[in-house]
DNA sequence: GTCTATATGCAGATAGAC
DNA sequence: GTCTATCTGCATATAGAC
């Protein structure tokens, strides 16, 4: 099997990607990286310009990926229950497919955020934000969702706990990420008292 | 006002507490903390013996009050719902009376579980686990709560959810750390769903 | 594309004067 | 209890040979 040109870059960032997440972005030194590769830390410098480079080229395209799954979600779906369903399913993808990003994102945007090149963090919270709350708002116009909660404390409540499924969760045959959709969203739709 | 011994001891605890909740732990230096202080970083040895005893101290004082907390929930409550609005109001409230621990071990576990003097925080979390288990394990085998979801999962999303409120929540006169509680566990337990 | 070699700076920590 | 002064090591990053 022939290596494409770009495979070895790739290896590095998802090498980084797999430190960054574990230990944190500035716990993780240019050496670790080199090391778990297979190489000395200054032949790195020759894929990036930095550490911090890494770090936003990994959180870059996690967000182009979010951006996209949310856009399909708000356009096939209308109802107020399957949009909220999509929107926790998506995002759950979107954890499947980048574990070490959403990660990443989870521990250290704090510190990311004291770094100039990283201040567009801030407005892709925003976008995550306003599409929960749109379909969120949309429901509770409706008549479909309760009116006596505070849209945006639900919304907070059930991104840190969706997002945040990163730490435990692991799709396997028995439990896939489909079935945790569906109970994550059951849960906060239905409630856990019995009927 | 006079100051009692170990004052000067408690400031600098809360100023490295500060920074390390807010940009983590591996990234604050002992510098940045007493230039914060207003000392010289050499001084700070003289208080502590490292980094991480400062670290260490602020997170056993923050375990040993959780404990302390669930331990009388589970003494004063029976009732399975009064049980669990129980535990996340003195969640939320250990959140309110540690917000700078709260955060460290939420952003900065995986680094410290690096070291073998954070090994405790294994136990801790334990401990944190089964209190939550036992009251909606209990809640279900009364016929209280849903049979149909896997208690555990519930668990994770509860603790997250109630847990990652340190990084929006600030209690206000109009919106009390109480009200909060009712809030999340209304969501919880009645759902989103409109009745 | 990786290596050798190294610049440069800052990290945590210590010893002893005041 | 803080300061001065400093050790030691490791961090990111670079230049140029191979």
New interface residues.
Partial sequence: MAREPGDRREIILQTAAALFA???V??TTVRQIADEVGILSGSLYHHFDSKEAMVDEILSSYFQDIRERYAKVLEQETDA?AR?HALVLASLEVVEAHPHATEIYQ??V??LL?FERFSYLRSAGRYVQETWLKV?EA?VAE?????D??TK??Y???R??VW??V??FKPSKGYSTAK?AE??T?????????R
């Fill in positions: 574990r230990k944190g500035s716990a229950r909220l521990n250290d704090n510190y004291g969120i429901g008549g479909v969702f309760r009116k909660l505070d404390i639900v907070r409540l059930m840190d706990a945040l499924t730490r435990w945790l109970e994550i059951t849960l906060f739709l239905d409630g856990l008292t019995a």
